[in-house]
């Protein structure tokens, strides 16, 4: 499977994956467990998280990902949040923890 992004971290990486599968295409996250270990390791492209999709949907999918980029960077500008259940860090635009489902805490 090809790699149609590569992520800086793994949210952004489930992200990405998440808006290919909204738009149909299949894909796959691949390297979260590399990165979990980087702490041993020096940082670099092979140890971030990458988006996989299959050969057919590679084309389309790129094009989405740059959409996705241009939408990510404006979700950059909303604070992000802590779940409560799991500590995941979550962007502003998420509603539900992406790693373990959990609705955003209310603060009022
Ligand atoms: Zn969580």
Same mark, same amino acid.
């Given at each position: 499977?090809?790699? +149609?992004?590569?992520?800086?971290?793994?949210?952004?990486?489930?992200?990405?994956?998440?808006?290919?599968?909204?738009?149909?295409?299949?894909?796959? +996250?691949?390297? !979260? $467990? $590399?990165?979990?270990?980087?702490?041993?390791?020096?940082?670099?492209? @092979?140890?971030?998280?990458?988006?996989?999709?299959?050969? !057919?949907?590679?084309?389309? @999918?790129?094009?989405?990902? +740059?959409?996705?980029? @241009?939408?990510?960077? @404006?979700?950059?500008?909303?604070?992000?949040?802590?779940?409560?259940?799991?500590?995941?860090?979550?962007?502003?635009?998420?509603?539900?923890?992406?790693?373990?489902?959990?609705?955003?805490?209310?603060?009022?």
């Amino acid at each position: 499977m090809p790699v +149609v992004y590569s992520a800086a971290h793994p949210t952004e990486a489930h992200l990405c994956r998440q808006f290919l599968e909204d738009q149909g295409i299949e894909a796959r +996250v691949d390297g !979260e $467990l $590399l990165w979990q270990a980087r702490g041993e390791l020096p940082p670099n492209e @092979a140890t971030n998280p990458t988006v996989l999709v299959s050969d !057919e949907k590679f084309e389309q @999918a790129r094009l989405l990902v +740059v959409e996705f980029e @241009a939408n990510h960077a @404006a979700d950059r500008e909303l604070d992000s949040w802590s779940c409560s259940q799991c500590d995941e860090d979550n962007p502003g635009s998420f509603d539900e923890c992406w790693n373990c489902g959990a609705a955003m805490a209310s603060e009022t």
